[in-house]
T-cell receptor, first 117, second 112 residues
């Protein structure tokens, strides 16, 4: 079974600053995907970024980037130039790719990020 | 517009009264899933379906049923709702690749 841990229930950052959200996971799988989802007050789940475990290069999407450390089973999200619209709950999620895994998506408990003006 | 829709968005019901939450996707996705979200627990998978007529239990299936008679629809059925099923429910779908799931807008269910 997979577990995903987000140890920071709440974080805050000043507008235009950089913030890093932590995520660790536990799995015996070798091939998998990791995701960061954003849930703003509207409750909609929005995909922020995706990382494939077999790729060593860290994924980036505009102001969002990850630090993927496979050996340490760590997957942190860095948000640069934080904006007020980044205020949301952020979830780290894991899905294995092995046959028969059915691509279950396991979520962490979330980090509530508040961007301060 | 590519999307996952859920209905109703809000529902208040009483213990024991059967209800169905519908989920539909227009992206021809094979995979569909239901999650519940509770404070401090993140999202937990209830049931999932790899394709038509193929469904299986997730992490918290007790008290729920699903069916997948058509590729686009994946309803969630609560035969006898109880207060501990009060939660925010999400339906999601995805293709075989690139694996990320697309979520519906959520259904806020309250069972009194």
């Amino acid at each position: 079974a997979q577990t995903v841990t987000q140890s920071q229930p709440e974080m805050s950052v000043q507008e235009a600053e950089t913030v890093t959200l932590s995520c660790t996971y536990d799995t015996s799988e070798n091939n998998y995907y990791l995701f960061w989802y954003k849930q703003p007050p509207s409750r909609q789940m929005i995909l922020v970024i995706r990382q494939e475990a077999y790729k060593q290069q860290n994924a980036t999407e505009n102001r969002f980037s990850v630090n993927f450390q496979k050996a340490a089973k760590s997957f942190s999200l860095k948000i640069s130039d934080s904006q007020l619209g980044d205020t949301a709950m952020y979830f780290c999620a894991f899905t294995p790719l092995s046959s028969g895994s059915a691509r279950q998506l396991t979520f962490g408990s979330g980090t509530q990020l508040t961007v301060l003006p | 517009e590519a999307q996952v829709t859920q209905n109703p968005r809000y529902l208040i019901t009483v213990t024991g009264k059967k209800l169905t939450v519908t989920c539909s996707q227009n992206m021809n996705h094979e995979y569909m899933s239901w999650y519940r979200q509770d404070p401090g627990l993140g999202l937990r998978q209830i049931y999932y379906s790899m394709n038509v007529e193929v469904t299986d239990k997730g992490d918290v299936p007790e008290g729920y049923k699903v069916s997948r008679k058509e590729k686009r629809n994946f309803p969630l059925i609560l035969e006898s709702p109880s207060p501990n099923q009060t939660s925010l429910y999400f339906c999601a779908s995805s293709r075989q690749k690139p694996y990320e799931q697309y979520f519906g807008p959520g259904t806020r269910l309250t069972v009194t």
